[in-house]
Nanobody, 117 residues
């Protein structure tokens, strides 16, 4: 069965950095397009960034130039590098995978990122 396991969240000061990881299991990583979403308290989940083989990476305007999505295919792992963090970046960050051809979506459990001085 497909599972996404996230880690790397924590407390960081404004201007700081974090790297989140998402390990996929139960499916060949090459079949997946990987993405990150986040959800602030009381808010709807919003898309943050996506990595699509053959199309490169794309990120939301709110994080463009600060966040970078990447992957290590040998480790079946996607990453989100969060730089120059702001308090408004606080929220639960979710890993998302889309199985190409089937179009099935899978979600991680989320990892908390808190940006505060």
């Amino acid at each position: 069965q497909v599972q996404l396991v996230e880690s790397g969240g924590g407390l960081v000061q404004p201007g700081g950095s974090l790297t989140l990881s998402c390990v996929a299991s139960g499916i060949s990583f090459r079949l997946l397009n990987m993405a990150w979403y986040r959800q602030a308290p009381g808010k709807q989940r919003e898309w943050v960034a996506v990595l699509t083989p053959g199309s490169g990476t794309t990120s939301a305007d709110s994080v463009k130039g600060r966040f970078t999505i990447s992957s290590d295919n040998a480790k079946n792992t996607a990453y989100l590098h969060l730089n120059n963090l702001k308090p408004e970046d606080t929220g639960v960050y979710f890993c998302n995978a889309v199985q190409r051809v089937a179009g099935e979506h899978y979600w991680g459990q989320g990892t908390q990122v808190t940006v505060s001085s």
